[in-house]
C-alpha cells in the first residue's frame, strides 16, 4: 500500500540556519504530496502542496519539489527562526486512495536562538 | 478563508459521559474528515463524509457516532468512551476528489477519567 517515509527527529538547530527534513513515499499512480505544520498545541495548517512531478510548492520561506524519478518531497528552509519550532508531517493523497491522507510519521523541529 | 472551526477547545469526560464534538466550515466543501490523534503521533483517519453521506468508517468502535447535519457542520458523538480515548481529535475539510487538499481545525483535547 501507499506509504511516507520522513526523517528521524527531533531536529534541532540553531538560528539562521539550513533546513532539510527528508520525506520519501510509495504510491500507486500520480499522488498529490504536502507537508503540514502543527505548532505545540494546535491543529495542523497546511505549510505546502505539489501536484505533479516537478512541481515545487513553496509557503513563508519553505520549499519542496516534486522528484518523481526519486519519489521524494523534501522540505527545505534557508534560515530557521525559533517560531519555526513545530512537528512537521509530510503526507500524500491520490489515486487509490479515496481522497485519504497517508501521514508520514512527523519530525519534530526545535530551534534554539 | 480557510477556517475550519471546532468546539469545545478542550473536553474532561468521565466513562459514563455523552458529549458531542462539533465540527464547522464555510468554505463551501463538501468532504468532511474526523481524525484522531495521540501525542508525538500523525494523525489517524476516524471517518469520511462525502456530500453529507458517510463514505469511509476506519472500523471505529461504536461509542464513537458521527453525524452530518448540513454541508457546513460534522458532529462526533461521544458516550461510554475508555480512558484511552483520550487524544486530540481534528476535523478537516475539502472539496470532494482524490487529490483535494484538506484544510483542519484546531482540534479538540479530549481526557477521558
Known amino acids: 500500500g501507499d506509504s511516507v517515509t520522513q526523517m528521524e527527529g527531533p531536529v534541532t538547530l540553531s538560528e539562521e540556519a539550513f533546513l532539510t527534513i527528508n520525506c520519501t513515499y510509495t504510491a500507486t499512480g500520480y499522488p498529490s504530496l504536502f507537508w503540514y505544520v502543527q505548532y505545540p498545541g494546535e491543529g495542523l495548517q497546511l505549510l505546502l502542496k505539489?501536484?505533479?512531478?516537478?512541481d515545487k510548492g513553496s509557503n513563508k520561506g519553505f520549499e519542496a519539489t516534486y522528484r518523481k524519478e526519486t519519489t521524494s518531497f523534501h522540505l527545505e528552509k534557508g534560515s530557521v527562526q525559533v517560531s519555526d519550532s513545530a512537528v512537521y508531517f509530510c503526507a500524500l493523497s491520490g489515486s487509490g486512495n479515496t481522497g485519504k491522507l497517508i501521514f508520514g510519521q512527523g519530525t519534530t523541529l526545535q530551534v534554539k536562538p | 478563508d480557510t477556517e475550519v472551526t471546532q468546539t469545545p477547545k478542550h473536553l474532561v469526560m468521565g466513562m459514563t459521559n455523552k458529549k458531542s464534538l462539533k465540527c464547522e466550515q464555510h468554505m463551501g466543501h463538501r468532504a468532511m474528515y474526523w481524525y484522531k490523534q495521540k501525542a508525538k503521533k500523525p494523525p489517524e483517519l476516524m471517518f469520511v463524509y462525502s456530500y453529507e453521506k458517510l463514505s469511509i468508517n476506519e472500523s471505529v468502535p461504536s461509542r464513537f457516532s458521527p453525524e452530518c447535519p448540513n454541508s457546513s457542520l460534522l458532529n462526533l458523538h461521544l458516550h461510554a468512551l475508555q480512558p484511552e480515548d483520550s487524544a486530540l481529535y481534528l476535523c478537516?475539510?475539502?472539496?470532494?476528489?482524490?487529490?483535494?487538499?484538506?484544510?483542519f481545525g484546531p482540534g479538540t483535547r479530549l481526557l477521558v477519567l
Open positions: 478537516a475539510s475539502s472539496q470532494v476528489g482524490l487529490e483535494e487538499t484538506q484544510y
Open positions: 505539489a501536484t505533479k512531478a516537478d
